[in-house]
């Protein structure tokens, strides 16, 4: 099955950028949506970007024109650009895909990788 390795993952200080990157074992043929989550400790995971197979990206509204989700079929990866961090913006991200193997929609989460934005 598949399996995600996410990194990119780091200690920035307020108004700098990180590109997270999520690789994916296998070749991914038929997808819904990949995307990413950021979840803090106490608190609910929450969807940060999603983009479809048809490129449709939607974002959460705190990342609107903050953040850019974008991926490379061609190498499995899916990206996140994330420009002007604030604190707030402190969690573990998750990188995932809804995909179709063998006739079975199926979910693949990464590991997480950290996201801390201080000074």
């Known amino acids: 099955h598949v399996q995600l390795a996410e990194s990119g993952g780091d200690l920035v200080q307020p108004g700098g950028s990180l590109r997270l990157s999520c690789v994916s074992s296998?070749?991914?043929?038929?997808?819904?949506?990949m995307g990413w989550y950021r979840q803090v400790p106490g608190k609910q995971r929450e969807s940060v970007a999603i983009?479809?197979?048809?490129?449709?990206?939607t974002y959460h509204t705190s990342v609107e024109g903050r953040f850019t989700i974008s991926k490379d079929i061609d190498k499995n990866t899916w990206y996140l650009q994330m420009n002007r961090l604030e604190p707030e913006d402190t969690a573990v991200y998750y990188c995932?895909?809804?995909?179709?193997?063998?006739?079975?929609?199926?979910?693949?989460w990464g590991q997480g990788t950290q996201v801390t934005v201080s000074s």
């Open positions: 983009i479809g197979s048809d490129d449709i990206t």
């Open positions: 296998l070749r991914i043929f038929r997808y819904d949506n």
């Open positions: 995932y895909v809804d995909y179709l193997q063998y006739g079975v929609r199926k979910t693949a």
